[in-house]
Every structure is written in C-alpha cells, then in structure tokens.
C-alpha cells in the first residue's frame, strides 16, 4: 500500500533524495550545538516539573530522536519544554509519577488520532491573541515556581497555586540565601549576555558549569541535585509500564488531553516558526503522528512529555541545521553526555537552574507582542487577557477552552456584522442598471434585496429581521445572493420560515445569483420540499428579472 506524501516523515523523503556531503556535516554540528545546549534545560525542567533531573534527560533523548526522525518537520528539534511544567507538577503532585507516565501514554495515542484525523490542518486557525495569552501565562507560572531555589528560600512544601505561592514566599523573605541568589543572579547574566564574548558556547552551559565548580571548590552553602535528589543515573532504563486501573484512566483523562492540546499547538507553531526561517513547509499531520509516537515512547522508558521546542528549534536553524539529521545528532549527543557525564551533574546548584529558567520564562513571555495586542485596543484583548488570567491563577486547559470559546463567539460576532442585506428600489443602485425601460415596475409590486456575507446562524437573526421589516408586501421579491459564499443549517431554517411567510401572504420569491453548489445545498436542505421551485432559482439577476416580467405587465411609461 503506498503512504501518501502527507504521512511520509521528512527524513525519508531527504533521505530518499540524498544528503550533499556539505549539508550533512553542517547538519552534524549543528546537532552536536543543539544537544549541548538542550542538557541544561532538559535537566531544569524535569526538576521544575516535579520529577528527577535523570527524566528531563531520558526525554530528550527518546522523544528528541523520534521527532526527528520521524516528523514532519525539517529541522524540528524535540524534547520537554517550560510549556508542559505546570501540567506536569499537577498530575506528579496529585497522581505521581506512574500516573505521569499514563496521562503521557493515553496523550501520546490521542497526539496520533489528531494527526490521522488530520486536525493539523486546523490547528493553525488558533487565534493569536490565545496564543500569546496562554504562552504568557505559562512563563510567568515557571517564573514563580523558581522563587524558592532562585532565592534560596528553601521551603519544603510550596503551594500549587498562583496566588498562595508568592503568600508563601512573602512569608518566608528573612530565609534568603544570598550564596543561591548571587548564583541564580550570576546566571541569568552569563546565560543572558554570553553571546557577546562567544555565540559557539551557550551561556546557559557555562553558567551551570562554573557555578557547579564555584560550589564544589569553596564548599558553598547551597542546595545542589545530589543534595535533592542524588546521583544522576548514567543509562538509560528498560522499557516498563506501570499497572493501570480503570479509575485510574477516568481520573487522567482530562490530563492528557491536556498534554495532548497543548503539545500538538506548541509542536506546530514551533514549525510554523522553522518553516518562515528556512523557507520551507512541513507536513503538520506527519508532524502529530511523530509526536503522539515520541510521547508514547517517551513515556515507556519513564520519560515526561515532549514537542517541539522553539527555542532549539532556532538554535538548530541559526547554526546550519536543514534537515532532520541535526535533530537526531541532538539525541544521540545528549545520550553519550548522559553515559559520561551524568556523575557530575549532580554537582550543579539548584539556584543555577533556576537562573536559566527564568531567562527562559522571559524569552517565552512575548510581552512586546503582549504589548502590542494590549495597544491595539481591538476586542481581541478580552481574549489575550481572559486566557492570560485564566492560565495564571486556575488552570492551562481551561484557559485555552475558555479562550477558543470565546475567541469563536468573536469571530461570529465580526461575521454576523459582515453580512449585509440591501433593499434596492428602482433608482438607488448606480453600478447596475438593474430595471430598464423595458422592465420597469412599480416598486410596490416588486422589491430586490441583495446579501452580502455568510448566512450562518450568527446572522441568521439578523436576516431574517430585515426581511420581515418591510411595510410594504409587494407581489414579487428577489432575494439576490452572488456574494453568500455557505448558508449553514439556521439560516437554511430563517429562509424556509421567510418563505412560508411571503407564501401565506401571497407574495412570489425568486433567488438569483445561485450557483451550482449552492443549488444542490438548497436541495439538500429540502427547500424545494412545497416551500420553493426549482423553476424560480437563478444563476444571474437577469435570469430572475426576465422570469419577473411575465409574471406582471410592466408599466407603460
């Protein structure tokens, strides 16, 4: 059976094509780049995500290669990301780990049913004040959930909560440990401005390995992974699934679907993102169906959820990267560290990692697009900030249920305000001269409307309204209809009852401007069920204004 080019991952269509010498050993450093850079941040959001650092790497290494190797995307660079710390604190905090790795499983499966279901081609219809509403929202969630390792606070039970974190932190200032805070400071700095002494090394990679030397040479008083969560392992477990109960997957249900929204929208706009870098265009149900396999996998061998990660994404990008083989280097990379140097990571201060977090916080808050929307004063901002709010002091799925809703009841809105419906006597139409001398009538025996826009039920209303507003009841009515691209199931409904009330009063309607799919819709409808002839719907104006001339004797003039 031959696989249509929509479900053909990337790598096998370039592969097929051939890699150039020169693009593939760019595509190799690349990859080594990325994979350096992705340790630190693997490692930070696995412990801000509530799990052991050994879990953020085991994702990255699993997910990332899978994604690549088997994405849609040419240069997608996959893995745990900040956008999946508040999901994943809550399930560990309420299920724990085992219920983890089955909300990540079922997402995984529900990811794949998107993608084969080809939701992909929709997902890029998700407004973009909700976009940057919940993004937002999830940075200023990772930014307060660091407070307590960026300043040493060292509390033991924090608050899941927005609010009741930073009245928890508040109440515990005089607990400050300046050595945590000078680390966490120092690293914002190195990993913010490091690119201004060399753009090879990334500086969120030499913040945690000085500060790691700086704590294990002077001994410094400050929480580091060993002291929390002990010694790294160096390999990479067995596959295992822990026992499911049917309770179980009623109670998770609702988590995944959450890990699956959210991972198919972020995994998606991070393409979007890569295919307006390289010039290119990625297969989004391809790029699904990878991402619902690697969170699957990723879930088997103890990992948390993954999806493209724009950052390293544009990192791949900016150093050569053009095809998956970079993505796949990334992985392998991140494996022969975690074999060699896993040891040593054990030594990295937990005030370090949550420097780099809050840089990330910050390069993921969009707050100059956040601005903008703000300065728009358009009613997008009801969206932008209701989503915004919603995802800070409740819940991310919510957030983004509650913001579609509400972005769609606006859309309708500008929709319903679109259509027009225009009443035409005999002299107040300057473009067309509709009525000539040899078919002039008395406009109280014939009246013309024309609609302009959608017949949808958010304007169905207001169409019908129009209509029935008139004094007048003329013998004829021509309803004119070249510029109503759909007529959805209410409006068909407001026509058939405007139709049963010109018929009740004696009045003849004729459709013009109806053209072939619309006519087979009328029937499907069943609008020429003893309510309309087909005898009286026309393709053109004319056609209809003929028909009008033998059912009334013009006047004479």
């Known amino acids: 059976m031959k696989i249509s080019k929509e479900f053909t991952p990337k790598f096998f269509t370039l592969a097929k094509e051939g890699f150039t010498k020169k693009q593939l050993t760019k595509d190799i ?55 999946f710390i508040i999901i994943v604190f809550g399930i560990v905090a309420q299920h724990g780990v085992d219920g983890l790795i089955i909300a990540t499983f079922m997402a995984g499966f529900i990811i794949i049913g998107l993608g084969l279901a080809k939701v992909g081609n929709y997902l890029k219809f998700i407004p973009y004040p909700l976009i940057v509403g919940f993004t937002s929202g999830i940075a200023v969630i990772i930014f307060s959930s660091q407070i307590n390792d960026f300043f040493g606070l060292n509390i033991e039970k924090i608050p899941g909560d927005f609010i ?3 009245r928890i932190y508040f109440s515990h200032t005089g607990n400050l440990n300046w050595y945590a805070f000078a680390i966490a400071a120092g690293t914002v700095l ?84 890569a295919d307006g870098m390289i010039g290119g265009k990625h297969r989004p149900n391809m790029e699904l169906v990878a991402q619902g396999g690697a969170n699957i996998l990723s879930s088997l061998f103890g990992g948390i959820p993954a999806t493209g990660a724009i950052a390293r994404t544009a990192v791949n990008v900016k150093n050569g990267g053009r095809t998956p083989v970079a993505g796949i280097t990334h992985a392998i990379v991140l494996l022969l560290i975690m074999l ?53 002091i409740f819940d991310l799925i919510i957030a983004i249920e509650i913001g579609i809703v509400l972005a769609s009841f606006i859309f309708m809105k500008r929709m319903s305000d679109s259509l027009s419906v225009k009443n035409f006597t005999l002299n107040n ?63 068909y409904q407001r026509l058939k009852e405007l139709l049963k009330t010109f018929k009740a009063d004696g009045t003849k309607v004729l459709l013009s401007g109806v053209q072939e799919e619309l006519r087979k819709d009328l029937a499907k409808n069943g609008m020429f069920d003893k309510i309309l002839s087909e005898s009286v719907v026309f393709q053109t104006i004319d056609e209809a204004l003929n028909f009008a001339g033998t059912l009334l004797p013009a006047e004479k003039v």
Do not use: C
């Open 190 to 273: 190195v990993a913010k401005y490091f690119y201004k002494i060399s753009n090879k090394i990334p500086g969120s990679l030499v913040a945690i390995v000085l500060s790691a030397l700086l704590v294990w040479l002077l001994d410094i008083p400050v929480e580091t992974i060993e002291s929390k969560f002990g010694a790294i392992p160096n390999s990479i477990p067995m596959p295992h699934f822990p026992n499911i109960r049917l309770e179980t997957i009623q109670a998770l249900i609702q988590p995944a679907f959450a890990i699956a929204l959210l991972g198919a929208i972020e995994s998606l706009l991070s393409a979007v993102v």
């Open 429 to 491: 139409d300057a473009d067309e001269e509709l009525f000539n001398e040899s078919l002039s009538y008395n406009s109280k025996e014939i009246m013309l409307y024309e609609i302009s826009g959608p017949l949808f039920f958010g304007a169905a209303q207001q169409f019908q309204d129009e209509l029935s507003s008139a004094n007048i009841r003329p013998k004829i009515i021509i309803i004119r209809m070249r510029y109503v691209p759909f007529i959805d199931t209410t409006g």
């Open 340 to 392: 060699v140097l896993a040891p040593y990571a054990k030594l990295i201060p937990l005030s370090s990692l949550a420097g780099i977090l809050v840089v990330v916080s910050y390069n993921m808050s969009e707050w100059r697009q956040f601005r903008s929307i703000i300065k728009s004063k358009s009613i997008d901002i009801l969206v932008l900030v209701t989503t915004f709010l919603l995802t800070v």
């Open 164 to 166: 009741g974190k930073w």
């Open 29 to 83: 450093i690349s990859g080594i780049v990325v994979g350096v850079v992705a340790l630190p941040l693997a490692i930070a959001f696995a412990i801000a995500s509530g799990v052991s650092p050994e879990k953020g790497l085991i994702t990255a290494v699993i997910a990332g290669f899978a994604i690549s190797a088997f994405g849609g995307s040419r240069v997608q660079i996959g893995g745990p990301t900040g956008a």
